[in-house]
């Protein structure tokens, strides 16, 4: 019996294929048996399939003739590839259009913007009015619509819009092994060194960071070489330009007076010497003349023999030329001794630093060695009357060491195209001349290679998705250390809207009371070290800036075990950064407070390093015995570990 799909017998010229348009492919139920909404509810490849074995039958009984076939599967053929060109084009359009709105928001709210992201994140969410203005402002700006860390910032913002407590150790560091360690840097135990065999001179560089540690090593030296060290120069920079002097920023008779014990200090050269032309008879010795980290041997050997027959030897720079490892117990005291005593700022610098403490801290009062180290008398708080005790305000200090100087070495790329290229390169010829020639004559690492070993210093966006991911709290006060953030105000967008009580010196001091230190960038620098050592938190964006190295160090010997200090580690950072445009929030979260949380340990300054930034050594630090001895049992067990 033929098939009730067959035409009948007579009449096969008449017969012609069904037409099916490509709607009706794609959206009409299957002519095969099923149910109508069975076949709606198939995937699309099931539907894909379908219309392949339509256009491409198997040959069966009760069929048309050879020609009629022929053609009527022709027409199949074109309408079904019409139809999967058509479905494919059209999974390609929507993931397209879906990526764009995730990682190119528009500018305003209505285009997808950071507000918009955050609704499609979670629509239920309600949020604050003042929140969301904030998000607005930050949807206009040209960095959040170019930048490539727009879908982590609108993760972040919903995070803290969640307002989660912090997490308990956010605000501390291992009390019981950090606070065994005591300083002890003032107890000598040597007679004073008269200076007989010359006078030292010196004439440090950089900024006012680099020219401490200078500082601190010629005093050193001066001990080594049994010499008088006369009072330090500054070198003018072309970069911090500023003129200040020795005691413009330091208390001069207090640092000789303070090392008064341990060498001879003079202002100046003796009458007899002054006229001494000391390039003509080689006694100006340069920073090319002594290897980096240079060893007592050295100084011994070279500079010695030097001072004995001229009597005057004038270090220019001297910018990391005294090694840290092996040097004699007690010069390793008096370098922590100059550092955490003798250099104390002058009473302008105090003053001011301060009146930034109490406003800071909400105007509570504060006492202890680490302020009164910082601000001296002034550090006390005015009896305020009424008799009620004001409640400290906790702050976090966060130094974004992001000026054009470090961006431009550190050969790294930040976003900006071409117009940044040539504006650094630009710099870089002026200010690091041999770093320019030996880019043209060398092949250096790659800008990706550098950010993914963890050498690129961490942008003003990365900083605040570090902050976000560790659980700060969005109306915690951050106090901003640096100047002349380069990229400007749009640089700092995501980071003053994501935590908008954010402050600077320029902010709580008054324009009459930083007026004093307008064209001084080595004394703003000074305020921004009180203001940052004096912090509950503190937390460095580069590790091997000279500020951050200072300030932790200052921190550690003087805070008690009670203030923390957050160390990024920048190459696993760099790995966790590298995923921005994939990872969900709540891994990286975890992922960037292990990365943290591994640099809070408690250790004894590594061979080799600087007590400027490690002071955990015998040499600056007391430890009390009982703490001594269960870092014993713990290294026995780590060791039987391994």
């Known amino acids: 019996m033929p098939s009730s799909s067959s035409p009948p017998r007579g009449h096969a010229e008449q017969w012609r294929a069904p037409e099916i348009s490509v709607p009706d492919l794609l959206h009409s139920p299957s002519r095969s048996s099923s149910s109508s909404s069975a076949s709606l509810s198939r995937p699309a490849s099931s539907l894909i399939a379908s219309a392949i074995s339509w256009a491409f039958p198997i040959r069966g009984h ?48 209505g285009g997808g913007g950071p507000l918009h992201l955050l609704s499609s994140i979670n629509p239920s969410r309600h949020l604050p009015s003042s929140f969301k203005e904030e998000l607005r402002k930050m949807g206009k700006g040209k960095k959040w619509k170019h930048g490539i860390y727009a ?57 006012i960071n680099q020219q401490r540690v200078a500082v601190c090593n010629a005093v050193v030296v001066a001990r080594l070489l049994n010499s008088t060290l006369v009072i330090p120069s500054f070198m003018y920079s072309s970069v911090w330009k500023d003129v200040s002097q020795f005691g413009d920023i330091y208390q001069e008779e207090h640092f000789i007076e303070y090392l008064s014990p341990d ?76 550092n955490f005593h003798a250099l104390l700022f002058v009473p ?21 060695r680490l302020d009164h180290s910082l601000v001296g008398p002034y550090y006390a708080e005015p009896k305020m009357g009424g008799g009620n005790a004001v409640k400290s305000s906790r702050y976090l200090a966060l130094h974004l060491r992001f000026e054009i100087d470090m961006v431009a070495h550190s050969l790294c790329e930040y976003g900006g195209g071409q117009e940044e290229a040539e504006e650094l390169e630009a710099y870089r010829k002026i200010h690091f001349p041999a770093l320019t020639l030996l880019k043209k004559t060398r092949k250096l690492p790659s800008p990706a290679a550098l950010r993914s070993e963890g050498l690129c210093p ?46 600077t010196k320029e902010k709580l001091l008054s324009a009459s009371e930083i007026e004093p230190f307008a064209n001084f960038s080595s004394q703003l620098a000074a305020l921004d070290f009180i203001g940052c050592t004096a912090a509950d938190a503190f937390a460095m964006t580069d590790s091997g800036s000279q500020l951050s190295s200072l300030v932790s160090g200052y921190r550690v010997y003087y805070g008690g075990g009670r203030m923390p200090t957050i160390r990024p580690n920048k190459r696993r950072l760099a790995g966790i950064f590298m995923k921005n445009s994939t990872i969900e929030w709540k891994v990286f979260e975890q992922r960037v407070r292990k990365a943290v949380r591994q640099t809070k340990h408690v250790f004894e300054r590594p061979k080799g390093r600087s007590m400027y930034r490690f002071p955990r050594c015998k040499e600056c630090m007391c430890v009390a015995e009982e703490a001594a001895a269960a870092d014993v049992v713990t290294k026995t067990k780590r060791k039987r570990r391994h």
């Not at 011994?300 to 840290?324: E, M, Q, T, Y």
């Not at 105090?350 to 109490?358: I, T």
């Not at 902050?467 to 400007?488: H, K, P």
Request: aromatic share 8%.
């Open 62 to 109: 009760g069929v048309p003739s050879k020609s009629h076939r022929k053609k009527s599967q022709r027409r199949r053929r074109v309408h079904v590839m019409l139809a999967l060109l058509g479905l494919l084009a059209s999974f390609f359009l929507l993931n397209w259009f879906m990526l764009f709105r995730l990682q190119d928001p528009g500018d305003d709210d």
């Open 151 to 207: 879908r982590m910032l609108a993760l972040a913002a919903h995070a803290l819009a969640e307002n989660k407590h912090e997490p308990k150790d956010l605000w501390e560091e291992p009390f019981i092994p950090a606070s065994a360690w005591t300083p002890c840097a003032d107890q000598r135990n040597w007679t004073r060194s008269e200076g007989n065999n010359g006078y030292i001179m010196i004439t440090a560089n950089g900024g």
């Open 263 to 338: 060498i001879r200090i003079v202002k100046e050269l003796p009458e007899e010497l002054q006229s001494l032309d000391l390039e003509a008879i080689g006694s100006i010795v340069t920073d090319v003349d002594i290897m980096k980290e240079a060893k007592p041997s050295f100084y011994l050997k070279n500079i010695l023999p030097l001072l004995h027959k001229n009597k005057v030897v004038h270090f220019v720079g001297f910018g990391n030329r005294l090694a840290f490892d092996p040097i004699p117990f007690d010069l390793q005291r008096l370098r922590c001794r100059c």
């Open 348 to 368: 302008k610098i105090q003053e001011a630093g301060a009146l930034l403490l109490r406003r800071l801290r909400n105007h509570a009062p504060y006492h202890g």
């Open 458 to 503: 961490l942008t003003p966006e990365e900083a605040v998705l570090m902050l976000s991911a560790l659980g700060f709290n969005r109306r915690t006060r951050v106090f901003v250390a640096g100047a002349n953030i380069y990229g400007g105000p749009s640089r700092l967008a995501a980071l003053t809207s994501l935590f908008p009580n954010l402050v």
